[in-house]
């Protein structure tokens, strides 16, 4: 059985979901789970709902990361928090991966020291799902574990990112994409020239420069990017649906007619909603360490803790690591 | 009385909505037009305007440079197209200005190599102006007229970006923020580190690190990017409204009760679109060039036009130009 820990104490609403979502991923997929954290608080959390027989466990922690922690001072001070003790179970093979609603930094920098990278990988990478215009999902990486990034790096994001969308989305020859500013070979910065010529030359099923609009047309299934430019493109989603959909809820209340309106297409937004809702697709995977580490939003329900354990498990299944380090010294013998 | 040349050939729609924006503007701004063009094509378009008494001349072009044309190769071979015309209608000081709405990147070229860029600047920029949540507007550049920037060249831009705005939305003293991956001071690759360090010792009211979700928050009013990472932000702006529409037209339709629903609150959508509606904010000028160039979207309408004009008039007015110059000597000078 495979067994994922989750910090229990990460997300801004914690405990709630993170115990919530546990107790529905240890129903419907089988997972065992270690609850990691202060148990006082998880316990009483965990009463609530009637999971007797589930595989589910309490792992102490006693110091909790916030989101206004540093995380390279939260890594240094911090060193029982719920984020390290999570780090430390998959270390020792306790667990096979984990899952996190916490500060992002914080659990990038903890799970990258405490679990180490793998052996053909330079640098780990945050790698996050978009839903597309096609109905399905779109995978950009890096969107912002490191900056500054040199070309075998994104060679090697190209990689895991195909990996993991195969272990993950089912399908057996994702289309990776290069983000870049025009579809021609020679559009682009230096870095992205560089990768375009290494990626043609690689196993990886590379089909060009990809502009900041395919992250939703559906074009390609894996987007490679420098962090840099990958967090900006994610924080820019996350802020223009925001602006989007306040917009909207304003033009609706600002007329009695429209309001009425508004109520009966209430429906449709909820549809809506539920199509741009991120939390379907399991959160964002640190891709390149030794093990499995799955980093959800803060703002994270239990749906979407418990789809961030469906994925952390699948990725444990599908013995994600040993493939990209096949695929990396493949590509490596190539280049 | 500003003279403002209109490329009549270069939008998707051409010559209808660059001729019908020209006599709007004519008439709303008392701006003097010229409509550079094939005059078979642009004259019977005219003439059906009752414009007998404004001020608006047709200038013969006879080449038209197409969305699917190389800005290189157009440049070169096109020279009596109707960007080349315009252009050199402002070198020769016969315009204060020029605006179109064609392909982009030929506008940028061909605007670069015959108007020459300004003494003190290195590199032209693109700036896009985007509504914020605030009700203003918040301006980003480059977005796309250059890659792999120094950060001489992002300094250039802040001060570009910084006259411009004051010129074209009347705010005094505009907030300047660098495009990164976190607020603080050490956050960002090589490149915005050490541009942070340069911004704080010029004279632009630069107020620090802004993140991907500030292109919409009203957080600062002029935002400095390179322009890889700016035309990315723009084009996943563009895809993502884009996508978040589709979606919502799709869930209003997709059953009766919705239907009726969409249908009475149209009026909000009318409302928000036109809100969130870059035609209204004037097009994207290229700053750093000699004279004026302001670019729209290809599928600008009369009013994106109109709006083009008034803020390429509006720049000439405010000669922008001289106070670039004047600004980056007092910043060199500080440097």
New interface residues.
Partial sequence: MITIAVDAMGGDHAPRPEVEGSVLAAREFGVRILLVGQPNVIRPELAKHAAPNLPIEIVAASDVITMEDHPAQAFRRKKDSSVHVAARLVREAKADGMVSAGNTGAVMTVAKFLLGTLESVDRVALAAPFP??KGGVSVLLDV?AN??SRPEHLVQFAVMGEVYYRATFGNKRPRVGL???GEEEIK???L?REVYTRLKKSPVHFVGNV???????GAVDVIVS????G??????????????F???KK??N??L??Q??????????K??SK??DYTEYGGAPLLGVRGVCVIGHGRSNANAVKNAIRVAAGLARARMNEKIEQELSAAAVLA
């Avoid at 967090?231 to 989007?244: H, M, P, R, V, Y």
């Avoid at 009425?260 to 937004?269: T, Y």
């Fill in positions: 597309n215009a912002g900056v500054d983000l870049s500013v682009g910065n230096e992205t502009e900041g609009g395919d992250l939703f047309s420098d962090g840099f430019v967090n900006i493109a994610l924080k820019i989603c996350e802020g223009l649906a925001f602006q989007i306040g917009l909207l033009s609706i600002s007329s007619v429209s009425i309106g508004g109520v009966l297409s209430k429906g449709a937004f549809a809506l199509t741009i």
